[in-house]
């Protein structure tokens, strides 16, 4: 058996299985992609001390650090049931293999919700975002639409109208859904516009984004507004459906740890976007990991 296992490969994972490894414990990772939502990245410029690195470069450097330690790396394995047993974490495979740990770190991820329509996938990266935090600056004074008016969508939009041009927001439904206070902060900006009852049906370019249609559900017809971005905003899923009941996760289904990393069951802890931690972000993600691997080994020596 292990003493830590972790699942998922993402930078918290990589965090985690390496901070575990240093105190020369059995530590071995299972995951779909080593890598994580990093491998579709293009430019990250907020991994402090790194200026500008790129996706899959970044993805290869982490996989290059953990391969330094004493790690058990199971590469294109995915985990579809966590049983906590007597002494022992079970961690059952979608191969039919169970692995067993004293410890389980679960930092299988998040993957953002899509739109689905033309243009979408084409443009992602060359104008299609789905972070602000981390493609804001990107669009420096530039038009920029945030489709989705929940939330997330018009935090998005507050955040963006600080840096670009002017921020247009696309609802389906006839009433944005975001709590009143942030409406009121939007609405008090001078280079926001609502756009609701819309649904979009494509995203336009030819090298990069040029522009948005979408039905105006109220007099059926087709609007095209010219732009340069495009942020979507819909949703934010964990990967933790495979879990069930198995641990506590809320209602977005997201892990609920506490400040240790610990889930509500023994000897399981999470780290990253597939937590209920509020911001996601690659440094937080490693930082988590981090924490949870530190936790679970102080776990291992007290049981
Ligand atoms: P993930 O990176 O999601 O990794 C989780 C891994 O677990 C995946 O490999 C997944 O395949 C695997 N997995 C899932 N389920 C299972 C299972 N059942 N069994 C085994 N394995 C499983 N952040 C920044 O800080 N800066 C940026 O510039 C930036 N840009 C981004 C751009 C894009 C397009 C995207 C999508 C995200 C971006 N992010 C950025 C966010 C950042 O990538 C994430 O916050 C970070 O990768 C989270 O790390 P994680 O390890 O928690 O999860």
């Known amino acids: 058996p292990y003493d830590v296992l972790v699942v998922g490969g993402g930078p918290a994972s990589a965090s985690a299985a390496i901070y575990a490894a240093r105190k020369g414990i059995r530590t071995g990772i299972v995951s779909e992609r080593i890598g994580g939502q990093v491998n579709d990245t293009a430019g990250i410029e907020n991994f402090i001390s790194v200026k500008r690195t790129e996706g899959p470069?970044?993805?290869?450097?982490?996989?290059?650090?953990?391969?330094?330690?004493?790690?058990?790396?199971?590469?294109?394995?995915?985990?579809?049931?966590?049983?906590?047993?007597?002494?022992?974490?079970?961690?059952?495979?979608?191969?039919?293999?169970?692995?067993?740990?004293?410890?389980?770190?679960?930092?299988?991820?998040?993957?953002?919700?899509?739109?689905?329509?033309?243009?979408?996938?084409?443009?992602?990266?060359?104008?299609?975002?789905?972070?602000?935090?981390?493609?804001?600056?990107?669009?420096?004074?530039?038009?920029?639409?945030?489709?989705?008016?929940?939330?997330?969508?018009?935090?998005?939009?507050?955040?963006?109208?600080?840096?670009?041009?002017?921020?247009?927001?696309?609802e389906f439904s006839p009433e944005l859904k975001a709590d009143s206070v942030l409406q009121e902060r939007l609405n008090s900006l001078p280079n926001t516009t609502v756009v609701t009852n819309a649904k979009t049906t494509e995203i336009t370019g030819d090298d990069n984004v040029n522009g948005i249609t979408y039905i105006d559900r109220e007099s059926e017809t087709e609007q095209h507004i010219e732009l340069d971005g495009v942020f979507v905003q819909i949703g934010l899923l964990p990967n933790t459906d495979w879990l069930g009941n198995a641990v506590e996760r809320n209602k977005f289904g997201e892990i609920v740890i506490d400040r240790n990393g610990a889930t509500n069951v023994p000897g399981v802890f999470a780290a990253g976007d597939c937590t209920d931690d509020r911001n996601k972000q690659i440094i937080i993600s490693m930082g988590s990991g981090a924490n949870a691997a530190l936790n679970a080994f102080d776990y291992l020596i007290r049981n």
């Open 57 to 170: 470069k970044f993805a290869a450097d982490l996989e290059e650090h953990v391969k330094d330690y004493d790690i058990d790396v199971m590469n294109l394995q995915r985990a579809k049931q966590l049983e906590r047993k007597q002494d022992f974490v079970d961690i059952e495979l979608e191969n039919g293999a169970t692995l067993q740990s004293k410890s389980v770190i679960l930092a299988t991820g998040a993957r953002w919700r899509q739109l689905g329509v033309p243009g979408e996938e084409e443009f992602r990266n060359k104008g299609v975002a789905y972070c602000p935090h981390c493609d804001g600056p990107m669009f420096e004074g530039k038009h920029v639409a945030v489709i989705g008016g929940g939330n997330s969508g018009i935090e998005a939009a507050i955040d963006l109208a600080g840096i670009v041009k002017h921020v247009t927001v696309l």
